[in-house]
């Protein structure tokens, strides 16, 4: 199964945004599957985020704020969830994932911490 | 309200098999556009999809694990149970089952997992 990179962690400050990325191995192209997203914080199961294929095909999960969004780098393989303005209650871990061929494959998640 | 929740052993010793069942509710096993997986978390390391199941039967499983697992359902009962043989100390984990939406295909509603430790 295909490996998806995350930065161990990433920092900002209350106000500003975070830029989480998801690489995917070069033999998967980004632009080919839904990235989802999920955050967790200590203690609780995965909250599911958003997913994102592009803009025209992109779905928010039920009461997850308009400041959690989804975009791809194509030129990175990469998907990215952009969080802005950043509040306290942020601050968790997050992990991407892909649904490649009838199976699942989760990152090994940012800890974003909010300073 | 969708709701679903792990239950099984605490501990099982090396070699044994873990039998795990989760009992969802708000949701049946027979729609066809739901389905249930098993995920687990080694203690602080990340999240592993294991397994899932859909309506119609249809399965799938870890590449790494699937000799050792096995995942079916009982409708009637609202249960998806998930064996794993030959646990070892590096299974050491919480279980967590989640409810498969379908097109696009996620988990969208989990429950609180339930924490295995094996051990002798």
């Known amino acids: 199964q295909p490996v998806l990179t995350q930065p161990p962690s990433s920092s900002a400050s209350p106000g500003e945004s975070a830029r989480l990325t998801c690489t995917l191995p070069?033999?998967?192209?980004?632009?080919?599957?839904?990235i989802y997203w999920y955050q967790q914080k200590p203690g609780s199961p995965p909250r599911y985020l958003l997913y994102?294929?592009?803009?025209?095909?992109?779905?928010?999960g039920s009461g997850v704020p308009s400041r959690f969004s989804g975009s791809k780098d194509a030129s990175a393989n990469t998907g990215i969830l952009l969080i802005s303005g950043l509040q306290s209650e942020d601050e968790a871990d997050y992990y991407c994932?892909?649904?490649?061929?009838?199976?699942?494959?989760f990152g090994g998640g940012t800890k974003l911490t909010v300073l | 309200q969708v709701t679903l929740k792990e239950s099984g052993p605490v501990l099982v010793k090396p070699t044994e098999t873990l039998t795990l069942t989760c009992t969802v509710s708000?949701?049946?096993?027979?729609?066809?556009?739901?389905?249930v997986s098993w995920i687990r978390q080694p203690p602080g390391k990340a999240l592993e999809w294991l397994a899932h199941?859909?309506?119609?039967?249809?399965?799938s499983y870890s590449t790494s694990l699937k000799s050792r697992l096995t995942i079916s359902k009982d409708t009637s009962k609202s249960q998806v149970v998930l064996t794993m043989t030959n646990m070892g100390p590096v299974d050491t984990a919480t279980y967590y089952c989640?409810?498969?939406?379908?097109?696009?295909?996620?988990?969208?509603?989990w429950g609180k997992g339930t924490t295995v430790t094996v051990s002798s």
């Open positions: 989640a409810r498969i939406l379908t097109i696009p295909y996620y988990m969208d509603v």
């Open positions: 708000g949701f049946s096993l027979s729609n066809a556009r739901m389905g």
């Open positions: 199941i859909f309506s119609n039967d249809e399965k």
């Open positions: 070069s033999d998967i192209n980004v632009g080919s599957y839904n």
């Open positions: 994102y294929y592009s803009d025209s095909d992109k779905g928010q």
């Open positions: 994932m892909i649904w490649p061929s009838n199976t699942v494959v």
